[in-house]
């Protein structure tokens, strides 16, 4: 499950712009968006992990909101930034 919340937002971005002929990623926007989205996703589970052990102020932000759902959008940000049009 963790595995997945992590792994999944790196990949979603680059794998689906593959599909399509119009855009163009280059080698190193897709691992910026990779390793950036995935960073967010592993540092939002171990927020909720020590959440619970810190007992922090912010009412349960961290485990209502899956670590998945800011890598997304975090991928989706920096592909939208990062995309060109192919020529």
């Known amino acids: 499950y963790k595995t997945a919340s992590i792994a999944i937002p790196g990949l979603?971005?680059?794998?689906?712009?593959?599909y399509f002929n119009k855009y163009e990623l280059s080698k190193r926007n897709a691992i910026i968006i990779m390793l950036s989205s995935s960073l967010v996703s592993a540092i939002w589970t171990y927020l909720n992990v020590i959440q619970f052990k810190l007992d922090f102020i912010i009412d349960n932000i961290f485990?209502?909101?899956?670590?998945?759902?800011?890598?997304?959008?975090?991928?989706?940000?920096?592909?939208?930034?990062?995309?060109?049009?192919?020529?």
């Open 63 to 87: 485990v209502s909101i899956e670590p998945m759902i800011p890598g997304i959008l975090l991928s989706l940000l920096f592909g939208l930034l990062l995309t060109k049009k192919r020529k």
């Open 12 to 18: 979603f971005y680059p794998m689906v712009i593959t």
